[in-house]
């Protein structure tokens, strides 16, 4: 299954750095719909030093979350997303502050920083859009997402969509 996600995403997520114009009624991303992981299926994995801690979406809709409301650049709408503050999935793998963390999608697309400052900037794992799964053709099933009010709303190349896993360097 991976492999045709990739396949679907590679051309939506290479364009992720620049926003999107859409029609109305089309899929803002781009691309045809994929089908959804099983119920079982690890989509996300956490890992540091051997430690790695993975996640079906049933796990993760089962931490503790909250929705924010924020503007979403690529798209240019604002949409509610039910999100876990980053710094839970670190907690969990026992990443901290000077850490060199490596957020990976599924197209492979990855984006480096330290822990601290994905902490520092409110980094936020997006499990839910307006309440309802964020279908992989869409960016899904989860992404990284910041607060209008964090100083890297803006900071395109960090909104890691589809994101698969977070590790150590």
Known sequence: MKKIITAVLT???LVSAAPVSIAADSN???????DPAGPNEIIFTVSKSGRKVEFTMARLL??????ISIYEPF???RQKFTVVPMKNFFALAAISGKDKVITTALNDY????TASK??????YIAVARDGQPIPYNQGGPIRIVFSDKSKWAKNLDAW????ASISVK
């Not at 803002?28 to 994929?34: C, E, L």
């Not at 994905?118 to 980094?123: E, T």
Request: overall charge positive; proline content about 6%; aromatic content about 12%.
């Open 160 to 163: 890691n969509w589809s994101l």
């Open 110 to 113: 990855s984006y480096t920083n």
């Open 118 to 123: 994905f902490v520092g900037a409110g980094a």
């Open 28 to 34: 803002p991303y781009g691309t045809p719909a994929v």
């Open 11 to 13: 051309a939506t997520l």
């Open 75 to 77: 798209i240019k709408k």
């Open 62 to 67: 089962k931490m503790k979350s909250t929705t």
